[in-house]
């Protein structure tokens, strides 16, 4: 057996990414028809968004030189010029920012994008400092969770619970404990929240950029599921931007997953930065999601048919999720749903579970359920916290069938009252 680095051992081991898209993975490929994969973040194959990139294929094919130079040349590290003018264009009409080529760089997906960011920002500092990033509401993205290569790089910070229905809360920054202390480098979200499906509001957020900009740090907010695309939000949200902020696109939730296009929006010195990782990490990104995508934007195609197709859609999955839950679980335990104000996810609350949510997921997994374990998503935290409701929550999905979404939930009902039994 070979040594590993201690780089090798922290990326090479198990993690809860890795173990989430292992299941997806398998369950995509080879499960058969009674797994219920209520687990990963894949997006729904929607009929006229999946019959649109057919389309758009057709034309590429028609047009000869379009298809071979996706396919057949390298772009340059930050991206293909042509899309990522068309993107500044699109961005500048609609959201007003003033942004220019170069504050945009492109990756071969968001998770890349955090990657370099991450380290990028956060780490052993040149003076010998260790900074850390700073994550102002848990639970947070699991994909974040593992993505050091020496060292912990999170800080995180306990929400403040808000109940909003019998059978419902939300999640609020608590800005009356929140500190950034000099060690901290960044401070990032999600919004939506993956995996909560939370949406912070105008105003967290204005308060957070405040607090970065107060300390001359920036704010990154992963916007994979947010607007001006794919536009997966179920509430009111303006998107935002300055000089002082970090903003991720995507097209995967847009239904592009595979193409792997992450999309960086930063200051010109943290967007050529980027864009030098990714020539050096893997000389130039994926071309065909930038070429499928890129008279999308022109047009503005790219908001229609996020803002009349994929978000509905998302909003009926949601609202059905939802329903089969309260006729699923009813009174027969305590339970919440973290109210759906975005993404593809419930996110799943059992007070005083006698069992934890990691055996949950064991049982559920026996029973061809797969979701996710809660606590994954409550990294960063001080290890001296007792706190429980790290261990009482689940993710699951909904973008899957009607059929399959409320199989997997009366399962979860049946092995939470189990459990429920035998404590």
Known sequence: ???????????????????LMDDLGHALSSGGPDIKMLGGGQP???????????ERLREMLENGEEIDKAFGNYDPPRGNPQFIAALVGLLRRECGWDIASENIAITAGGQTAFFFLFHL????????????ILLPLVPEYIGYANQSVRGDLFRAHPPRIE?????EFK??????TLEVGDDIAAICVSRPTNPTGNVLTDEEIARLAALAKAH?????????YGAPFPNIIFTEATPIWDDHMILTLSLSKLGLPGTRTGIVIANTQVAAAIANMSAIVGLANPNIGQAIVRPMLESGEILALS?????????????????CVEETFGDRFRYYVHRSEGALFLWLWFPDLPIKSKVLYERLKQRGVLIISGHYFFFGLDGSLAWPHRHECLRMTFTMSAGVV???????????????CEG
Request: hydrophobic residues 35%.
């Open 216 to 224: 001359n740090i920036p704010l990154i907010i992963d916007n994979a």
């Open 307 to 323: 803002n009349d197709v994929v978000r509905p859609y998302y909003i009926e999955k949601s609202q059905y999720a939802q329903k």
């Open 406 to 420: 409320a199989d997997g939930i009366r399962i979860i009902g049946e092995e939470v009252e189990k459990a429920w």
């Open 171 to 176: 999640y609020r920054v608590d800005f009356d």
């Open 44 to 54: 729904a194959h929607i009929p006229a968004i999946d019959q649109r990139w057919r």
């Open 121 to 132: 920002l956060a780490g052993e500092m040149p003076d010998g400092t260790y900074k850390k």
């Open 163 to 167: 109940f909003t229905g019998p059978h």
């Open 1 to 19: 057996m070979f040594q590993f680095s201690h780089m090798g051992l922290r990326l090479g081991g198990p993690s809860g990414i890795s173990e």
